[in-house]
């Protein structure tokens, strides 16, 4: 065109200008985020706040104090009189679940660690806890089968087990579970492996299919908050 080949000299070449970008937002990355909001926690025991200090180094697995701060604010929500905790550790995350509890409130704890239930007992004698807590050892499915809840008794069931079991564990509690009430289920996003297709193992197809299978039963209502490693709240609607 003519505005293209004025003194025939075809197009002229123009400096690029480079634009000032504002510079980035540090609160974008999850890390940055999660610190932050780790700042605001208000601990209902500043024990709690050490407990998790003295596991990181030693490389101890618990909830983080963000999850832990979920466990609670969803444990005051409930108001449980029956709460069962499938892999409980030394403890941790039961203490921020029995802070939360009423007088009147029983915890059951199963852990497969004969020294990981001396270590939690000994925690919650110190922490002089309200609720009633037993702890018991041995395979999760088989000492929940074992303890005989009744049907529709539980209020608040929390999984922290082995992740490959936990959509046969999302099956044997939900009978058990009252209507209205909640499973809470950690680390179901496993470092954000779940969304990665490349990414293939026993445990990332487990939680892949629990994960569909919650947010596609007509009979839960289920979210999943991006704390920690990933938490599932699933409650039972009938």
């Not at 088989?142 to 564990?169: A, R, W």
């Not at 947010?215 to 599932?232: E, I, T």
Request: proline content about 5%.
């Amino acid at each position: 065109t003519p505005a293209c080949q004025a003194g025939g000299r075809g197009f002229k070449s123009r400096p690029l200008r480079l634009l000032s970008l504002p510079p980035p937002n540090p609160y974008r990355s999850m890390v940055n985020l999660t610190s932050f909001l780790r700042s605001l926690i208000s601990y209902p025991d500043e024990r709690l706040k050490e407990l998790y200090l003295l596991a990181q180094r030693e490389k101890f697995p618990v909830v983080e104090p963000e999850v832990g701060n979920l466990l609670y604010f969803f444990t005051k929500l409930v108001k449980p009189k029956l709460v069962v905790e499938f892999g409980s550790g030394f403890g941790y995350s039961t203490l921020w679940i029995a802070l939360a509890c009423e007088n009147d409130c029983t915890i059951h704890c199963i852990d497969y660690q004969e020294k990981n239930r001396q270590r939690a007992l000994k925690l919650f004698s110190e922490f002089g806890l309200k609720p009633k807590i037993f702890y018991h050892v041995g395979e999760a499915l088989t000492v929940f089968n074992d303890l005989g809840f009744k049907d529709e008794s539980l209020d608040l069931v929390v999984f922290d087990h082995e992740k490959q079991n936990y959509s046969e564990s999302l099956e044997l509690v939900l009978p058990k579970l009252r209507r209205g009430g909640l499973i809470i289920a950690d680390d179901v996003l496993w470092k954000g492996k779940v969304s990665s297709q490349g990414e293939k193992s026993i445990r990332l197809n487990a939680l892949r299919f629990f994960l569909k299978e919650i947010f596609q039963r007509k009979d839960l209502s289920s979210f999943v908050c991006p704390l920690g490693d990933g938490v599932a709240v699933i409650q039972k609607l009938f």
